[in-house]
């Protein structure tokens, strides 16, 4: 793997049947095989992804006593703020040498689901960081209906099979900043290896090289996008739903050349999900005798649980 395949979303979007066709079929094949996208043709404006990375360059540059004040504790950093190492990747214990700041969903008070997610923590001296972030928040989670509605295609499920579960989801966009590094880190990484827990996962760029996913090799494979386009990649979620058939492939954030440890790296990904109760029950079209079901049955929202706790944000 020599790098992500790259693909157009407006052939599915806007494309005819023969262009719509081709995207789901090399989009499917790609997910199977390395798990990780560029897409073209997405939903989010350079202007506002300039503009919010901007706004999350203004945040991290707070005093830490600042930032402090958003941290609200009981929520498992599903909102507001996280300090610097309290996340670890599943199966380490080094904190990872990152702090960020999620944004979640804000259903409609009618909805079911409403009383279910925790509000959103505003930062008053920093007025337009929530209204630029939910601007992206809603851009990428109508890119990210569009790619599962081409996967739902590629599994020989009808179109919307995904619609109403990730309708009010509980997706999280993450702003996230890792910080220079000022001492040997030991075993700390920016990010160490992990696979993501949600369905899809929509990157809408970073601010330095660092990504790199692990291939079928065993070669880690730096990433990069260009201006135009988003990293989207396989989760958890979906790889368990598939029965295998979709990967979830192991990535990382690595620390920069001992040269440029006194920099910083912003990154900001859009972690899509279903609403807590989505069973993720392996799909009967991802299992025969060579693939035989590989996961008991589980809902959404349990299995979140069950990962906040393995990465150290909730006890």
Same mark, same amino acid.
């Given at each position: 793997?020599s790098?992500?395949?790259?693909?157009n979303?407006y052939?599915?979007?806007?494309?005819?049947a023969?262009?719509?066709?081709?995207?789901?079929?090399?989009?499917?094949?790609?997910?199977?095989d390395?798990?990780?996208?560029?897409?073209?043709g997405?939903t989010?404006?350079d202007a506002l992804?300039?503009?919010?990375?901007?706004?999350?360059?203004?945040?991290f540059?707070?005093?830490t006593?600042?930032?402090l004040?958003?941290?609200?504790?009981?929520?498992?950093?599903?909102?507001g703020?996280t300090?610097?190492?309290?996340?670890?990747?599943?199966?380490r214990?080094a904190?990872?040498?990152?702090?960020?700041?999620?944004?979640?969903?804000?259903?409609?008070?009618?909805?079911?689901?409403?009383?279910?997610?925790?509000?959103n923590?505003?930062?008053?001296?920093l007025?337009?960081?929530?209204?630029?972030?939910?601007?992206a928040?809603?851009?990428?989670?109508? &890119?990210?209906? +569009? /790619?599962?509605?081409?996967i739902?295609?590629f599994?020989s499920? @009808?179109e919307?099979?995904?619609d109403?579960? %990730?309708?009010?989801?509980?997706?999280?966009l993450?702003?996230?900043?890792y910080?220079?590094i000022?001492e040997?880190?030991?075993?700390?990484?920016?990010a160490?290896?992990?696979?993501?827990?949600?369905?899809?996962?929509?990157?809408m760029?970073?601010s330095?090289?660092?990504?790199e996913?692990?291939?079928?090799?065993?070669?880690?494979?730096?990433v990069t996008?260009?201006?135009?386009?988003?990293?989207?990649?396989?989760?958890d979620?979906?790889?368990?739903?598939t029965?295998n058939?979709?990967?979830?492939?192991?990535?990382r954030?690595?620390?920069?050349q001992?040269?440029?440890?006194g920099t &910083?790296r912003? +990154? /900001?990904?859009?972690?899509?999900h279903?609403?807590?109760a989505m @069973?993720?029950?392996?799909?009967?079209e991802c %299992?025969?005798?060579a693939?035989?079901l590989?996961?008991?049955?589980i809902?959404?929202?349990?299995?979140?649980?069950?990962r906040l706790?393995?990465?150290?944000?909730?006890?």
């Amino acid at each position: 793997m020599s790098a992500i395949p790259s693909l157009n979303l407006y052939d599915f979007t806007r494309g005819d049947a023969t262009r719509r066709a081709s995207f789901v079929r090399s989009l499917g094949h790609a997910y199977e095989d390395v798990g990780f996208v560029a897409v073209s043709g997405h939903t989010l404006s350079d202007a506002l992804s300039d503009a919010l990375y901007a706004e999350v360059r203004r945040f991290f540059a707070l005093e830490t006593r600042v930032k402090l004040q958003y941290e609200v504790v009981g929520l498992a950093g599903q909102r507001g703020y996280t300090s610097f190492g309290r996340e670890h990747a599943k199966g380490r214990t080094a904190g990872d040498l990152k702090e960020f700041f999620q944004f979640g969903q804000e259903p409609d008070p009618s909805d079911p689901v409403f009383g279910e997610y925790p509000q959103n923590v505003r930062v008053p001296i920093l007025p337009d960081f929530h209204r630029l972030a939910m601007e992206a928040y809603r851009a990428l989670e109508s &890119s990210g209906r +569009s /790619i599962l509605q081409a996967i739902a295609l590629f599994l020989s499920l @009808p179109e919307g099979y995904f619609d109403a579960h %990730i309708e009010a989801g509980n997706s999280i966009l993450r702003a996230i900043h890792y910080g220079p590094i000022t001492e040997e880190p030991r075993d700390a990484v920016r990010a160490a290896e992990h696979e993501d827990i949600n369905l899809i996962t929509l990157l809408m760029g970073a601010s330095a090289d660092g990504l790199e996913v692990l291939s079928r090799e065993g070669d880690w494979v730096p990433v990069t996008a260009l201006p135009n386009q988003v990293v989207v990649n396989v989760g958890d979620m979906l790889q368990r739903l598939t029965n295998n058939q979709l990967k979830s492939t192991t990535h990382r954030v690595v620390n920069p050349q001992r040269e440029l440890w006194g920099t &910083s790296r912003f +990154s /900001i990904p859009f972690f899509l999900h279903p609403r807590s109760a989505m @069973p993720l029950d392996c799909l009967p079209e991802c %299992i025969d005798e060579a693939h035989p079901l590989a996961y008991p049955p589980i809902t959404a929202g349990d299995y979140l649980d069950e990962r906040l706790r393995e990465i150290g944000l909730k006890a």
